[in-house]
């Protein structure tokens, strides 16, 4: 049985895309899953002076740490204003300084949702660049458009195409 280290990019209470990727992460068989919430890895903001002044938050070792234990990274990201939420950018930013192969040459879903016609395209593209230099293996990208119009907290998915697109990409995985 694989390992699913699940998380969106958000630290939004009521994230859309953590309903997006608890949703894409129930249609895998076969897999123990367990979905982090970035809240629970909020810690200052990064700088090298409070690097050099404290060291590494153990958040941020323990974020870490988790991603290493995963067979398969499902990652829904938030878009704010074109690019990734603080909290995420946050998270990142003290992790890389850590190991710069945040990743750990994870596969990795990679996913953004946003109730807008375009579905988070902006961060996913910013990621889609980014990621593999933090070594992840992108191995499936998902964008759900229009999430109030496509998506029932009941039902998940509901535009049968947009759904047929996602478990055609997991039953690749």
Known sequence: MRKIIAFAGSSSKKSINK???TYATSLFNDAKVEILDLNDYEMP??????????????????????????????????????????????ILDWTSRINPKTFQSKKMLLMATSPGARGGSSVLEIAKDRFPRHDAEIVGVFSLPSFNDNFDKEKGITNPELKDKLVEIINTI
Do not use: R, W
């Open 45 to 90: 903001l990064f700088s090298v002076d409070k690097e050099k002044e404290n060291g590494f938050p153990d958040l941020a070792v323990q974020f870490l740490s988790k991603i290493g234990t995963a067979d398969l990274l499902v990652v829904s990201l938030a878009e704010h204003n074109g690019a990734y939420s603080t909290a995420f950018k946050n």
């Open 19 to 21: 309903q997006l990727v």
